[in-house]
């Protein structure tokens, strides 16, 4: 199957401070990706739709200035956590669907997020 | 607002068990229904069901939609402890947008 991936992993920072998570797709083109947020013991949740080459699609409710997406090409797409507060400490996972309409979607492996 | 709900939320059995894990969806111009695992980390796929009635099947995991209903249920038989996990699932909408909307999930645990 394809293969979608997450940079970092995981990363601890200080409250304040910024953090990039990275999500690529390794073997196909995604003009699409999404960004989930998962607290401890719940469903996976969606943030945003990140689109290549326009501006990303927000949930409601999710602050687009301070989870700034930018999908930079049809491989790339970053979420950037702003001025992070131990409150956005989460998993935050990216996936990717194929294009062709068949729906399946890849995830990567997730960024664990502790903010101190 | 589209929702998926899960059922149980938690489930305990012993291995050689077999298991029924439940999915009701209201999802507006409905698509498809997704069935991922998830473990440690992010979830993995194991189906997708869009047609009414008929049956996917994987070694012991099998799943089916029905459309009538806004069901699906996905039945793991002979269970093992590599079974556990957490099972979501998520619908789709047609109309471009291939976003998730996923279920709470179901946590199996499955004892030796």
């Known amino acids: 199957g394809a293969v979608v991936s997450q940079h970092p992993s995981w990363v601890i920072c200080k409250s304040g401070t910024s953090v990039k998570i990275e999500c690529r797709s390794l073997?196909?083109?995604?003009?699409?990706m999404f960004w989930y947020r998962q607290f401890p013991k719940q469903s996976l949740m969606l943030m945003a739709t990140?689109?290549?080459?326009?501006?990303?699609?927000?949930e409601q409710g999710v602050e687009k200035d301070k989870f700034l997406i930018n999908h930079a090409s049809l491989t790339l797409s970053t979420l950037t956590v702003t001025s992070a507060h131990p409150e956005d400490s989460s998993f935050y996972i990216c996936s990717a669907p194929i294009a062709g309409g068949r729906n399946e979607q890849f995830f990567g492996p997730g960024t664990r997020l502790t903010v101190l | 607002e589209d929702k998926v709900v899960q059922s149980p939320l938690s489930l305990v059995v012993h291995e050689g068990d077999t298991v029924t894990l439940n999915c009701s969806y209201e999802v507006t111009n409905f698509r498809s229904l997704l069935w991922y695992k998830q473990e440690k980390k992010a979830p993995t796929f194991l189906f997708m069901l869009t047609s009414s009635g008929i049956e996917k099947k994987s070694g012991r995991l099998s799943s089916i939609l029905d459309k009538k209903e806004l069901f699906s249920i996905l039945n793991i038989t002979a269970t093992q402890t590599g079974d556990s996990a957490v099972y979501l699932c998520?619908?789709?909408?047609?109309?471009?947008?291939?976003?998730?909307?996923f279920g709470k999930g179901t946590k199996l645990t499955v004892n030796p």
């Open positions: 990140s689109n290549e080459g326009s501006k990303a699609t927000y």
């Open positions: 998520a619908g789709t909408s047609q109309g471009g947008s291939e976003k998730l909307v």
């Open positions: 073997d196909f083109q995604a003009t699409t």
